[in-house]
């Protein structure tokens, strides 16, 4: 309750402090905001996934769940029911449908994720581009095989799924893959994994890659990382969201700098 109740103070000041598109002088952020951010269009893609969301969140199967990251703020034990996953774990609609603009406009081929949980965000990705490669890392053997069926049913044929420990299995992966172009990374809460996972994709990213990381101020320790990650020196300017952050690389950036809007 303690952890809950000091994000819910932060997210109130967040609230009340964030930026939006007047308080943004950069043209491309603002673009950002004018196109992606703001934009309300709903396209049939959306309807597909969030169908499947609720069949979830309404759903009595239960799974025996293997966590190997810091675990979640409502959840404990080996067995929990798919909707309080669902619920719990899975992104809210809104992001999932940033994601997916974000991913139509600016177009990447190679797409990164850490943590499929139900796949809800990993249906939208794979939604907003067909033909590019989409390959998400689960820790949960069973939770990775119920994103399947997930996938299965929104006839997603994009998405290439590993299951195991990021620490094992994003190094293997990371040699598969020419470059990236957008990372989520949404699994395993701590600040020392969370900035070990940030430099090893690192190695593929590129001027136009575009990294984005999950509950940024879930806890001081990961607040600690993000600060960390915007001060990187290839990190050119940095969007706080509160629930996730984003990252950007762009040389012709000049000046570092760091918006905080609200969404």
Known sequence: MGLQWELAKKYLHYYFTAGNRHDVHSPFVYTLVEEILRDKKKPAAFREIEQVRKSLLQSDETLQVTDLGAGSLVNSG???????????????????????????????????????????????????????????????????????????DLQLNNIKQYVGNFDAVLPAVLQQVPKLDYVYIDGNHRSAPTLQYFEQCLGKAHDESLFIFDDIHWTPDMEAAWHTIQQHPRVTFTIDLFFIGLVFFRPDMKIKQHFILKY
């Open 78 to 152: 080996t067995e929990r029911k798919v909707r309080d996953i669902t619920r719990n774990a899975a992104k809210p609609a809104k992001y999932g449908q940033l994601f997916y603009r974000l991913i139509q406009y600016y177009k990447p081929e190679y797409l990164l994720e850490l943590g499929t949980s139900m796949g809800m965000s990993t249906s939208y990705m794979a939604k907003a581009a067909p033909n590019a490669q989409v390959i998400t890392i689960e820790g949960c053997p069973n939770i990775a095989a119920r994103a399947a069926q997930n996938f299965k």
